[in-house]
């Protein structure tokens, strides 16, 4: 099932449109090619461009040519967002864009380990 987009060009486009006219007729030919965004993390997140969702992270997604402010859906990620503007791609060579999971607060050190006695006695029959 495809989902249309609305970019903000389109929005503003779509504001000042006559009564009676297709909404894509105020449209530039460049806002009408498509663009191809790929938006990596290590486990699979839908992904929102400016709020929507529009596929899922590591896979190529397409998208209308525009400046986007990328997400994930969930929590637990870094950067929190990104921008990005899209133009100039293609489908071998998508815009590439990183998230990584958030750094996890520092663990308490690891107690040190106990010697058992039979590593100790080991050690001093080896140094008699």
């Known amino acids: 099932m495809a ?9 503003k486009a779509q504001a000042g ?4 006219r297709l909404p894509n007729e105020n ?3 460049a806002d009408m090619v498509i663009q191809f965004l790929l938006v990596t993390y290590p486990e699979q997140r839908a992904v929102l461009v400016d709020g929507s969702a529009v596929g899922f992270t590591n896979h190529t997604l397409m998208l209308p040519a525009d400046e986007y402010t990328v997400t994930l859906d969930g ?3 870094q950067p929190a967002s990104l921008q990005v503007v899209l133009g100039g791609t293609s489908i ?15 663990a308490a050190p690891a107690a040190t380990r106990k010697k058992s006695p039979r590593a100790a006695s080991r050690r001093r029959t080896r140094n008699a």
């Open 3 to 11: 989902r249309s987009l609305r970019t903000k060009s389109s929005a």
């Open 17 to 20: 449109r006559q009564p009676g």
């Open 92 to 106: 071998v060579r998508p815009k590439v864009i990183a998230f990584q999971p958030a750094a996890r607060a520092t």
């Open 27 to 29: 449209l530039s030919e």
């Open 75 to 77: 929590g637990g990620y």
